[in-house]
């Protein structure tokens, strides 16, 4: 199957399995890990950060950063589009007790400054305390432009608000500008990055920021059952992930090109947009109930929605993109064919 749905559905090579099979471990609730210690610390340093702590997904993570970063009854501020608002079960309110502030995403990802500036409450207990704003980088694949992101934070500051980044795909946005990490890092109170998308580990998040925050957020962790013992078998996939596979997301990227262009040339393709490993393609309403269905049946695997989305990852080759290309082809000739007969 060329499976296009997400760049989570990577499995281990048998090199990142041999890794994770040969890994020193210990009882990682106890502080006993070196694998995880080791890890955590890498990934903190490229971050530009004094600590980390490994997660088992990005979600906990998130919610952990909230947790660590605001009391109950507090609000932040977020994207209406936002993975930490919209597609993590409202953990924030359900489990933390903190108010959303969303506030609708630009088409380029950002959240519109005036708009934040509107939304952050005086001090009067009239209002939840607004603590904190969160940005996602990628957002939907794309990277935010850096002078934004400078622009947001100095926003921040000027009115005492703590900043998270969602950094699930920040290495792509470091792929695909030439940054380093923690240059797109700086400024953030903490960062929450993933290693199970395109960097192709099975399980694990990190999140980073200083000693402090790390010390509190190891307390939430352990209260949402995040606390891991054997651990050290996930962190050197993750590991292995950092060391083999950031590179190869140039390729990602690359394929997602190579795509964006082949479809572009499709009769009947109505929009399309590519950024970093993420190709969105608008077809005729007509051709929504069949295309995913027609494309399953060629070993194809999208999402069938409004607006399709192909996600390209390590387990997509050139040669997956070009037979993608020739039955995208074969079915938008064929639809085209049809309802102009
Ligand atoms: C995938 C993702 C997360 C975390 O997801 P998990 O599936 O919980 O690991 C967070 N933010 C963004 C933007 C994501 O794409």
Known sequence: MIDLRSDTVTRPSQRMRDAMARAEVGDDVWGDDPSVAAFEKNVAERAGFAAGLLFPSGTQSNLTALMAHCERGD?????????LYKYEG?????????????????????????????????????????????????????????????????????????????????FNAAVATGQPLDALCRGFDSVSLCFSKGLGAPVGSVLVGSESFIARARRWRKTLGGGMRQAGILAAGCQFALDHHVAGLTDDHRHAQLLAEGLASLPGIEDIECHTNMVFARF??????????????????????ARTRFVTHRDISQADIQRVLVVMQEYCRDMAGATSE
């Open 75 to 83: 609000e932040f501020i977020a994207g209406q589009q936002s993975h």
């Open 90 to 170: 409202g953990g924030a309110a359900v489990l933390a007790s903190l108010q959303p502030q969303p506030i609708d995403n630009a088409h380029d990802g950002t959240l519109p400054l005036e708009k934040v500036g509107a939304a952050i409450k005086r001090d009067d207990i009239h209002f939840a305390r607004t603590r904190l704003i969160a940005l996602e980088n990628t957002f939907q694949g794309k990277v935010l432009p850096q002078d934004y992101t400078e622009r947001l934070l100095d926003l921040a500051k000027e009115h005492g608000l703590l900043a998270h980044l969602d950094g699930a795909r920040l």
């Open 284 to 305: 005729p309403e007509a051709y929504r109930q069949t295309m995913a269905q027609h494309l399953h049946a060629q070993g194809i695997l999208v999402e069938p929605l």
